[in-house]
């Protein structure tokens, strides 16, 4: 813990997305999985005002999904219905996910948990959550 | 706001062809096949089937509301692009291939050739 007080934040994400970077720069054919680990893959960014959440989950009945912030904690589950396949059908290629999903996420200690917004829009549920006024950079005015 | 900006745009650069696979799956009935694809991201007018020879492709661009100052902290979808391609056999109809998409996902229907139905054929008795 004393490692994590010593350094910023945001140097962890730093040297993980490094370490992906060079992965991918050896590695030329992308995931034979398409989209990475797990489903739904996640995409997370920050702006001044706000931590931008992109969860990739295509075919979902936006109905289903749910989001939920709980003490910093963001939580989205859904689940995905299989579709039917028809008798005397044969299945050739079965890789789409099928059933319930969670992924969590835990957030900075800044955000506001009364401004937070989500929309789905083309199979991807967009979370954006607002940060406190106060944690926001200002400039100081030198007299 | 800005549309058109990727979140990935490092990753775009150093490999300006690059796409992820999209997962699909394919089921085959009697009448053709049917094909979804996982396309999260890609809006329609994004989105692109073609078939040349025999070969069918998807692809699509991923274009998210990102705004001009964000920081990515996490990516796992790294390339904002997906493709793949499948070769098609020939009782495959690539004429009459019908394509919609819904909440991110595309379905395509492949019919068999009118010749390659199933058809039962009487047996007589002589």
Do not use: C
């Amino acid at each position: 813990m004393l490692l994590h007080a010593m350094y910023p934040r945001d140097l962890f994400a730093e040297i993980d997305r490094l370490q992906r970077d060079l992965q991918q720069a050896f590695d030329l054919s992308p995931s034979i999985r398409g989209l990475g680990r797990g489903f739904p893959a996640l995409n997370v960014g920050s702006t001044p005002r706000s931590i931008e959440l992109y969860v990739f989950a295509p075919g979902v009945d936006p109905a289903t999904l749910k989001v939920q912030l709980e003490r910093g904690v963001l939580t989205i589950a859904g689940e995905r219905a299989a579709e039917p396949v028809a008798e005397g059908a044969s299945v050739h290629i079965d890789e789409r996910f099928a059933g319930s999903f969670r992924r969590v996420v835990t957030l900075p200690d800044d955000i506001d948990p009364g401004a937070v917004e989500a929309r789905y829009r083309d199979g991807v549920l967009h979370v954006s959550v607002g940060r406190r006024a106060a944690a926001q950079p200002r400039r100081i005015e030198i007299q | 706001m800005s549309e058109a900006r990727s979140m990935t745009n490092r990753a775009e650069t150093t490999r300006a062809d690059a796409a992820l696979r999209p997962a699909v799956d394919v089921i085959e009935d009697a009448s053709g096949i049917t094909l979804r694809a996982d396309m999260p991201g890609v809006p329609k007018e994004r989105l692109q089937v073609h078939v040349e020879g025999d070969t069918l492709t998807i692809e699509g661009d991923v274009v998210l509301q990102v705004a001009e100052d964000m920081e990515p902290t996490h990516v796992e979808l790294a390339v904002p692009r997906l493709r793949r391609a499948f070769t098609l056999s020939k009782e495959l109809d690539a004429d009459r291939v019908s394509a919609e998409v819904e909440h991110g996902v595309l379905k395509l229907r492949i019919p068999k050739k009118e010749h390659a139905q199933p058809r039962r054929i009487e047996v007589k008795v002589a």
